[in-house]
């Protein structure tokens, strides 16, 4: 497999999620230390999605993440452009209407979700801001996103030891238990050229969200922000 390069080609990184599809949330539960876990349940208290209301979960992957919103009586629709994770999902959560696609280029009307939420996946796609447009296109008016997304820590020393982990220490824990371990050198690449919170809210904003804040998970490690579509 060619790992993907940072200016995340699609087609690259579609494929390299396809090879790593199997394991992805059991070498994602090793590496987070479990910590993914409890991310994941304040990204569904954030989302607050209720009976009847249209989610769109994008980067879902195998649709782990859109199990919250399913059990809440929402419609969640699981929206990923690996072919590989989505066929992975579609064997354990057949109900789910999984669908392929492209953030920068949704196949979604105008105006057709409550809530839009995308979890470790925004740093994938190749254009952040047009990715932003878009989920802001399809969402209703009064709708919301938020975004679940590594950021950078704000304390000193631990965002010394946290970067000293993801270049030195994740590596060699991928090779142990992940299918394709060249994935993660290049996902944790990706989390160091991240933007910090601030710099993410400020494009939230030139894509047309308003009322956008965040607030930081473990330190800073993951940040949660939030916005809203103007009514």
């Not at 409890?38 to 992957?61: C, F, M, S, T, Y």
């Not at 994938?124 to 009064?142: F, S």
């Amino acid at each position: 497999m060619t790992r993907a390069s940072l200016d995340k080609q699609p087609h690259e990184v579609a494929s390299m999620f396809d090879d790593v599809a199997e394991r992805y949330d059991l070498t994602n539960d090793v590496l987070s230390l479990g910590q993914d876990r409890r991310w994941r349940k304040e990204v569904a208290k954030a989302v607050d999605a209720r009976p009847a209301q249209k989610i769109l979960d994008l980067a879902a992957g195998t649709g782990t993440s859109s199990l919250p919103f399913a059990r809440t009586g929402a419609y969640v629709v699981p929206c990923d452009f690996s072919q590989g994770m989505l066929q992975v999902g579609k064997q354990r959560q057949p109900w789910l209407p999984y669908t392929a696609g492209d953030a920068t280029r949704l196949p979604f009307k105008n105006d057709t979700f409550d809530a839009v939420t995308i979890s470790f996946g925004l740093r994938n796609v190749q254009d952040t801001d047009a990715g932003l447009r878009e989920m802001l296109r399809v969402t209703r008016p009064g709708g919301r996103i938020v975004i679940c997304e590594f950021s950078h820590p704000t304390w000193a020393p631990l965002r010394t030891v946290y970067t000293e982990y993801l270049m030195r220490a994740l590596p060699p824990v991928a090779r142990a238990v992940s299918s394709s371990p060249d994935a993660y050198v290049y996902l944790a690449e990706s989390i160091r050229a991240w933007p910090d919170q601030p710099a993410l809210a400020e494009r939230l904003g030139k894509a047309g969200w308003s009322r956008v804040a965040w607030r930081n998970l473990s330190g800073g490690i993951v940040a949660l922000h939030r916005g809203f579509k103007a009514e």
